[in-house]
Nanobody, 123 residues
Framework: QAQLEESGGGLVQTGGSLKLSCAVSGRTSGMFALAWFRQAPGKEREFVAAIHWSGRDTQYTDSVKGRFTISRDDAKNTQYLQMNSLKPDDTAVYYC????????????????WGQGTQVTVSS
């Protein structure tokens, strides 16, 4: 079993930045591919970014490419999502996810999930 806990959400103005963290406990984070998803009110949870076990391969949804950066520090059992040039459309609850066997965009494949952290971008 692994437990995931997100932090770093908050309220920011359009164009601002936030850095989300996801702490992994119960297992070493190096065992997992890690990802971020988000869910806005009334919408389905959607893929944001993922990072391979090695840390050398990443994937992003088109709407965040060039603005968000996913990274991992397995020495700290933590993954991060640096979010720059934030827009009101980025407002959502952000969830981190982990899986030992899957790396990609499909939320159904991820076994472990955090509780989420709210990100609100004001216009």
């Amino acid at each position: 079993q692994a437990q995931l806990e997100e932090s770093g959400g908050g309220l920011v103005q359009t164009g601002g930045s936030l850095k989300l963290s996801c702490a992994v406990s119960g297992r070493t984070s190096g065992m997992f591919a890690l990802a971020w998803f988000r869910q806005a009110p009334g919408k389905e949870r959607e893929f944001v970014a993922a990072i391979h076990w090695s840390g050398r391969d990443t994937q992003y949804t088109d709407s965040v490419k060039g603005r968000f950066t996913i990274s991992r520090d397995d020495a700290k059992n933590t993954q991060y999502l640096q979010m720059n040039s934030l827009k009101p459309d980025d407002t959502a609850v952000y969830y981190c996810a982990a899986d030992r066997a899957y790396f990609g965009w499909n939320k159904s494949e991820y076994r472990y999930w955090g509780q989420g952290t709210q990100v609100t971008v004001s216009s």
